[in-house]
């Protein structure tokens, strides 16, 4: 079945680089998503990544697909306070429904 | 400017009442969906449409019915069958046209059943 995991909490310091792990299980997926959402807000499409792809950088944003393990990660350089908020990985599944992860928070501090 | 809208933003009503969501968009896009996200917990796909006059059933649509009378429009009613209905709501669209398949979403409804 199609399941995506993530860990829930990841405390980084401003500036740091922060790293979002995400597992995911149909190996036939196609595309893949990371969203952001701050507090009373609804979701706000980061980037994808094309499954042919190991790489993706946006500014930044790094993605890293690991396609023979089934591991997505999402990086965000010089963190700051303004990233502070829950960050979903999601894959693309049947009838082209998403199927998401439960979200990481991530909690930035001076 | 091009996007979702949900409306109102929070909703409180009494159990036992239908209640109505509201959810708009001016992207064009050919789908449309609902979904409800619980604290701590991702999003659960409650229903979906590809195509105007379509809609199937997503994971949780116990309780809930919806309606593709237009492009534009898929309303969700709550309804009092539904055994927990205090949520946030979230509505989202997307166009295959694209071949990303990448889904909006809009601002979300807190509805909140007393």
């Known amino acids: 079945g199609e399941d995506v995991e993530q860990s829930l909490f990841l405390s980084v310091r401003e500036g740091d680089s922060s790293v979002i792990n995400c597992t995911y299980t149909d190996s036939s997926s196609t595309y893949l998503y990371w969203y952001k959402q701050e507090p009373g807000a609804g979701l706000q499409l980061l980037t994808y990544?094309?499954?042919?792809?190991d790489m993706k950088q946006d500014q930044r944003l790094t993605v890293l697909l690991n396609k023979k393990d089934k591991h997505l990660s999402l990086r965000i350089a010089d963190t700051q306070t303004g990233d502070s908020a829950i960050y979903f990985c999601a894959e693309r599944g049947g009838y082209n429904k998403l199927i998401f992860g439960a979200g990481t928070r991530l909690a930035v501090h001076p | 400017d091009g996007g979702i809208t949900q409306s109102p933003k929070y909703l409180f009503r009494k159990e036992g009442q239908n209640v109505t969501l509201s959810c708009e968009q001016n992207l064009n896009h050919d789908a449309m969906y609902w979904y409800r996200q619980d604290p701590g917990q991702g999003l659960r796909l409650i229903y979906y449409s590809q195509i105007v006059n379509d809609f199937q059933k997503g994971d949780i649509a116990e309780g809930y019915s919806v309606s593709r009378e237009k492009k534009e429009s898929f309303p969700l009613t709550v309804t009092s069958a539904q055994k927990n209905p205090t949520a946030f709501y979230l509505c989202?669209?997307?166009?295959?046209?694209?071949?990303?398949?990448?889904?909006?979403f809009g601002p979300g409804t807190r509805l909140t059943v007393t």
């Open positions: 989202a669209s997307s166009s295959p046209v694209t071949g990303t398949y990448e889904q909006y």
């Open positions: 990544i094309f499954s042919n792809m």
